[in-house]
């Protein structure tokens, strides 16, 4: 089986921006895949240090959250891992480091674009995320010489540089100290973005325009009803605009009656329905998809989900042993009479 590693930063709960642009491909890829999803706590901490009881309620939210979506850490091949619990990947970092050029951090244009919305000035664990990134990836690496396999991350458009520079650290590190790491290959998904309530182009916590996977009928029905529209339509028989209009993305999305949406989408440019039935409309068709999520979680919510969490993070943490013994022996670091 082919290996897939891929991360969630735990800093809140999960909404359907991350299940149409992470965990909807996730659950497909679980069937052929050895996967590693991790909860990457320490990575969260670069954005949310001052927060570490968000980050410790979140690792158990987005676990609930992705077990209820359908994700499988019974099968063999599944593997829920916490970041934070295996310091081999902190060890992986600093090796990193010392083949990775600054320019390199400072032209990531992920990095670039992140830093505008920081809040305060970059720490230099920010500065690094890229670099422990690599580390998340590579510590599942095979050993090149045994297979030349890949690690397959898949992910949305914004995270692409930090797959290219992965491989760029992970070449760096073999010219310089002999063949010992593998490479990695982005799988990009068809939706990197998922538009908000609001029409802001992303669904975000932080933006306050999200519909959580564990939200209520209620608050779903509220968040629905106050949706934006198309702004241009004063009355409900106004020709309204389809496209790019964030209820009929969302129809697109979730809604399992193409029949319906279509007929919704043509009465809607004739002016011939009214915005309160095609929220009416998109709220059976949430309900529906969130229905089943919420049976999961329930029957998740009393059992002690964190052995999963556990489980996985032992199977990765054997193959990042692995990568580091062979980092260290490279690096020269090796000390096997003093190391026990
Ligand atoms: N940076 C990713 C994000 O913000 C999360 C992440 C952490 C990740 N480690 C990873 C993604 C390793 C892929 C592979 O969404």
Same mark, same amino acid.
């Given at each position: 089986m082919k290996r897939i590693l891929t991360g969630i930063r735990p800093t809140g709960p999960l909404h359907l921006g991350h299940f149409v642009g992470a965990l909807k491909q996730w659950i497909k890829l679980q069937d052929d895949y050895e996967c590693y999803f991790l909860l990457a706590d320490i990575q969260a901490l670069t954005t949310h240090a001052d927060n570490p009881k968000l980050i410790q309620e979140s690792i158990r939210e987005?676990?609930?959250?992705?077990?209820?979506?359908? $994700?499988?850490?019974?099968?063999?091949?599944v593997n829920f891992v916490l970041q934070s619990a295996i310091p081999e990947i902190s060890e992986l970092t600093t090796y990193f480091t010392m083949v990775t050029p600054f320019t390199w951090i400072q032209k990531n244009p992920t990095i670039k674009e992140e830093l505008k919305q920081l809040s305060k000035g970059a720490t230099l664990g920010f500065m690094n995320y890229p670099v422990?990134? *690599? *580390?998340? %990836?590579?510590m599942v690496s095979p050993n090149p010489k045994d297979s030349k396999e890949p690690v397959l991350v898949p992910v949305g458009n914004d995270q692409v540089p930090h797959i290219e520079s992965t491989n760029r650290v992970s070449r760096a590190f073999n010219s310089t100290y002999g063949e010992t790491f593998g #490479?990695?290959? *982005? $799988?990009?998904?068809?939706?990197?973005?998922?538009?908000?309530?609001?029409g802001n182009s !992303?669904?975000?916590?932080? $933006? &306050?325009?999200?519909?959580? @996977? +564990?939200?209520?009928?209620?608050?779903?029905? !509220?968040k629905i009803m106050s949706m934006y529209t198309d702004p241009k339509r004063i009355h409900p028989d106004d020709p309204g605009?389809?496209?790019? &209009?964030?209820?009929? %993305?969302?129809?697109?999305?979730? &809604?399992?009656? !193409? /029949? =319906?949406? +279509?007929? @919704? /989408? #043509?009465?809607? #440019? /004739?002016?011939?329905v009214g915005d309160v039935e095609v929220k009416e409309k998109l709220f059976d068709a949430i309900e529906n998809f969130l229905e089943p999520i919420r049976q999961k979680r329930k029957e998740f919510e009393n059992e002690d989900i964190m052995k999963y969490v556990s489980?996985?993070?032992? !199977?990765?943490? =054997?193959? *990042?042993a692995g990568n580091v013994d062979r980092a260290r022996k490279a690096m020269g670091l090796d000390y096997p009479t003093i190391r026990s």
């Open positions: 987005v676990t609930l959250d992705m077990l209820s979506v359908g $994700l499988d850490p019974l099968k063999d091949n422990s990134q *690599a *580390a998340d %990836i590579l #490479e990695c290959k *982005a $799988l990009v998904g068809d939706i990197g973005r998922f538009v908000g309530l609001d !992303k669904m975000s916590k932080s $933006l &306050n325009n999200a519909i959580y @996977l +564990k939200d209520s009928t209620e608050e779903v029905k !509220k605009t389809v496209e790019g &209009n964030p209820v009929f %993305i969302y129809h697109d999305a979730f &809604n399992e009656n !193409k /029949k =319906e949406v +279509k007929d @919704l /989408k #043509e009465r809607y #440019e /004739k002016g011939t489980d996985g993070t032992k !199977k990765a943490q =054997e193959l *990042a």
